[in-house]
């Protein structure tokens, strides 16, 4: 029996394929297989199961631990051929992406990554992801025998998934990394998640220092956001690399997105372009930014920013 | 160290037009990828550290003018530089590139160290630094923010969401670097000037062994148009305050604030 299979180490966005994977496996006449890697692995069986996930492949060998590209992509390897997997489907978080040329690679097969729509045409999968610096996007089919996706989290969703039975697999795999884990430690203040973040504030060059920042992060707090920026704020190391929203860093689907100071350069807003509304502030009439916009305001941000503030607290 | 820094040339994204949902490439001029010249900064400072050298390895394709645009990077520092250049190897895929890619590496005399930029500046796939890794059969990673050369190993660091990973790898590994790494150098005139008298080889497919047929597509690309936006396009003009009032209004009638 040929089977699809779905991968994340994010266990959400395992489910999310899980779930849809379901739909397309029934489709094609295929079974779902998932798989759980790396410490702890075994937990997540049951979700995955519940999710969609016919068989439930589990590993915590030592060697997976740290999720080393290579040691993973063979134990997917592995799981893939034991499962008899024609169609992969994996998270296209960053170990994700990393993850799915690698595999590809092991499997001969065509590889699409940052897919942000995968659909069934006649039978036959089409991947949709951004090209050209984000100013088209690009259908695209894999024509090898076994085809992997790697699908941006949130592409699909995990409710109302029609389970499978989630019988537990522990196989027998021939692992080994050459990536020696040094030291994990936690980032200051936390991690920002603009994956899931369903209100995001956006700041750019708009901004004139570094100590200006405080505006938007008031912004952002009155709108109960997080702030994310463009690739150039995290260059002059006002923010940190994981604030960066776009084609180097997160793609974000929140519901509302406010551009403060942005021009609106398809390298940043492809990151945005699917939130449900998109808001503007900036003083350029002409700026790119308004063409996307749902809502715009026109001025100086260091006036309109307070004035917005201001006006939230009174809602 | 050797080092060999894989590079992608592709036309400047900035430059590419849109008419009728189309993207225009004509004329637009190719350029180094953004981050490969992080990669080449990397390769560039390492090789300062501990000595040996840098060699920047790329595919033509339809570039036509890629020994000008490969120039830049032996302007930044690298001392060598290899092209492939076959017409049989136009259009590829990122196997097929990362197929060349290997074979030629294979070919050169000496490699401890891939070094490339986490994605191109065109499509970002990501895709052909892993592949090469896998036909070399070495370890990788990915997004390292810093790269330091150890005793028989490279040391990278890496910011994984919440967690900041210290990673090794043994000799030889590919890693790939994203932009927060380095401050690319912006090359003298001098540095220009001497960069057309370093080393540069142009190898064929039948120089580094590989046949054309291994580089049949394993993707089709059935589309590629610009999106379109469906959006309300509502614009508020006037004083900060009643622009903000209004504004305010409108995400409060859309439900996304005070509720």
Redesign the interface.
């Given at each position: 029996m040929a089977d699809l299979l779905v991968y994340s180490e994010k266990t959400q966005t395992a489910c999310e394929l899980a779930a849809k994977g379901r739909e397309f496996a029934q489709a094609l006449g295929l079974g779902v297989s998932a798989a759980a890697l790396g410490e702890g692995a075994a937990a997540a069986a049951p979700e995955l199961g519940a999710a969609g996930a016919d068989r439930v492949f589990v590993s915590e060998d030592p060697a997976l631990a740290g999720w080393p590209a290579d040691a993973v992509a063979a134990a997917l390897a592995q799981i893939a051929a034991e499962a008899g997997a024609t169609v992969v489907l994996l998270g296209s978080t960053r170990r994700g992406k990393e993850l799915a040329g690698r595999l590809a690679e092991k499997l001969g097969a065509g590889a699409v990554t940052d897919v942000n729509a995968l659909e069934l045409e006649g039978g036959e999968f089409v991947a949709a992801r951004y090209a050209f610096g984000g100013a088209t996007i690009a259908r695209e089919k894999v024509a090898s025998d076994v085809r992997v996706f790697a699908i941006m989290p949130k592409t699909f969703s995990a409710e109302g998934a029609s389970p499978g039975a989630g019988t537990v697999i522990t196989p027998a795999l021939q692992l080994a990394t050459g990536m020696k884990v040094v030291e994990r430690r936690a980032k200051e203040g936390g991690a920002v998640s603009l994956d899931a973040a369903p209100r995001i504030v956006g700041v750019g060059r708009g901004f004139g220092k570094k100590e200006d920042l405080a505006l938007g992060e008031e912004l952002a707090a009155a709108l109960e956001a997080v702030v994310g920026c463009t690739k150039s704020l995290a260059d002059f190391q006002w923010l940190g690399e994981d604030r960066i929203i776009g084609l180097s860093g997160a793609k974000t689907s929140p519901d509302l997105y406010v551009g403060v100071g942005i021009s609106g350069q398809v390298q940043h807003t492809v990151g945005v372009a699917s939130a449900k509304l998109i808001a503007a502030i900036n003083k350029d009439k002409e700026a790119p930014i308004f063409q996307m916009a749902d809502y715009g305001i026109v001025g100086d941000l260091y006036e309109v920013v307070p004035a917005v503030i201001e006006r939230l607290k009174a809602v | 160290m050797d080092i060999v820094v894989c590079v992608k040339t592709n036309?400047d994204?900035?430059m590419?037009r849109?008419r009728n949902?189309e993207?225009v490439l004509e004329a637009v001029p190719y350029k180094l990828g953004d981050?490969d010249k992080n990669a080449l900064e990397a390769a560039i400072q390492v090789r300062d550290a501990v000595g040996g050298k840098v060699v920047a390895v790329t595919v033509a394709e339809t570039n036509r003018k890629i020994k000008e645009t490969v120039k830049e990077a032996l302007a930044m520092g690298a001392d060598e530089a290899v092209i492939v250049d076959d017409p049989a190897a136009m259009t590829l895929?990122?196997?097929a590139v990362?197929t060349v890619i290997a074979a030629a590496v294979k070919k050169l005399p000496a490699c401890d160290l891939l070094l490339f930029g986490?994605?191109s500046?065109?499509?970002?796939?990501?895709?052909?630094?892993?592949?090469v890794?896998?036909?070399l059969g070495?370890?990788?990673?990915?997004?390292a923010?810093k790269v330091e050369a150890a005793e028989g190993a490279v040391?990278c660091e890496r910011?994984?969401?919440?967690?900041?990973?210290?990673?090794?790898?043994?000799l030889p590994?590919a890693v790939?670097v994203?932009?927060?790494i380095n401050?690319p150098r912006i090359p003298s005139l001098m540095h220009i000037m001497k960069a057309g008298s370093k080393p540069t080889q142009v190898w064929t497919l039948a120089d580094i062994g590989v046949d054309a047929a291994a580089l049949a597509?394993?993707?089709?690309?059935?589309?590629?148009?610009?999106?379109e936006?469906d959006?309300?396009?509502?614009?508020?003009?006037g004083a900060?305050?009643e622009?903000?009032?209004a504004?305010?209004d409108?995400?409060?009638k859309?439900g996304?604030?005070?509720r």
């Open positions: - | 036309p994204p900035q590419v849109i949902r993207p981050l895929d990122q196997a990362a986490e994605g500046s065109d499509n970002y796939t990501g895709q052909v630094p892993s592949r890794a896998e036909k070495v370890p990788q990673v990915g997004y923010r040391r910011s994984m969401d919440e967690m900041i990973e210290t990673l090794e790898l043994p590994a790939t994203v932009s927060e401050e597509p394993k993707q089709e690309v059935v589309s590629n148009l610009a999106e936006q959006r309300k396009h509502v614009l508020f003009e900060a305050a622009q903000a009032a504004f305010v409108a995400l409060v859309e996304v604030v005070g």
